[in-house]
């Protein structure tokens, strides 16, 4: 899963059953409670009708995004007869050319930023090929794969990136950013739930295969109704002129800027960390802890908690500073992560454990890395940094890197415990030892260089942060005006 898709910085547990609408609701409301835990106006005028409506979408891409990247794989591995291996290779070229367009698509952005016509777009695009991808014909094969992944993908990309752009245009100063994404988030936690709890419920006895068809009828409806909400009823992004760069001088221009480049560097290690565990998650839980009914339960203490944490989360980043904060959601993963791995069969207590624990740290990678990049980007246009940045090239690249993490991750991971004798279902020790250390050790050693690089790039990534907890008052109200333009 990615940054715009729930757990993109942690470990991600299971998909399944059901029992979610509590969930979903308490997600909705934490994406709301945004600022302290308070669903009130901010101090930058932003109130919760603004911040609830631009989260809204958050919902189904997020909906969307959990089948892609969980479901697909074992869909056609093990539902229509496709050998693991093939399906990595599949996923692995289709998800490198995807990612490469991203960059573009962040460009074509910059040259026309009209944020809600390329969203207007994209949606459309998207709800056909959810369709053809989780209910595909008899005889479905390789290259049906391959090509809806990419059109899924690609319209994916084109909404998601204008979404994200939207959101670090429209805020004014760097808690309303933080609110801002975490009202995303909070929304898009609350769709992750919903589609991982859905699939069990629908099939009725059917099947996975037959749960995942009709899952992509309810997500019409469910697009089509916060799209129209955040279309409608969000805050219009501010009007800006047309970046003329060239393709190239432009897409360079963003990687040349040294906080945005280290910030992305660190987002990749990091996200590489959560990418392993997140394609290899059902096997796990189903061959390693043997545990397949309590799959759906797990994803949902892990997003509750998640969920539970953004205001938390939001809190600790007005304290000592966003960086800090994400630092300390890194270090909490690792902590808890380091024990799945020594996990078999009937662990089940000690694996929820670590999901709610890991979902906390999660809070802290969905809420603070794409506020700590808005705040880049509105340095860049008061000319507070080197170079101005472009949204969309930003946010471009940001969908690169994500999806090629999960490219990585599908397409070595998987391939990996082939060739280390793993296969679904398999129940031979040094099978499932194989896929227990793929799942739980290999992440640990790119989270930790995630936490060395972050900190060893601090003053890059986040410049002049020393104040050791908030401003006062009277202070506050004066950089928030300077932020806003206003004067003193």
Known sequence: MSAATPGAGSPAPAAMPSGGADAIRGAAAAGGGLAGGELGAGRDGTDARALLAYG????????????????????YADGLGLSLAMVGAVLLAARILDAVTDPLIGWANDRLPRRRLWIVLALPALAAGMLGLLAPPAGAGAVWLFALLVAVSLAYSVATIAYNAWGAEVASTPDARTRFVASREGFALAGVVLAAALPGALAAGEGEAAGLARLAWI????????????????????????ADAPVWAGLRGALGEPGFARLLAVFAANGIAAAIPSATVLFFVV????????????????????????????????????????LAGMVLAVAVFAWAGLLGSGDVVAYGVICVLSGLALGADLSLPPSLLADLIAQGRRGERAKPLEAGACFGWWNFVTKANLALAAGLALPLLALLGYAPGARDAAAVAALAGVYGFAPLVLKLAAIVLLWRWRQAIEPGHTRPGPLPRSRRGKEDRLERGEGA
């Open 56 to 75: 809204a979408l958050g919902l189904p891409l997020a909906f969307a995004a959990l089948p892609i990247y969980v479901h697909v794989p074992r869909l």
């Open 287 to 326: 061959d390693v802890l043997e545990a397949a009914q309590l799959a759906g339960l797990f994803l949902v203490l892990y997003f509750i908690a998640a969920a539970a944490s953004l205001p938390l989360w939001v809190r600790v980043s007005q304290r000592v500073g966003k960086l800090r904060a994400w």
């Open 219 to 242: 997500f019409l409806p469910l697009l089509l109704l916060f799209g129209v909400w955040t279309l409608w009823r969000a805050p219009a992004p501010p009007q800006l002129a047309g």
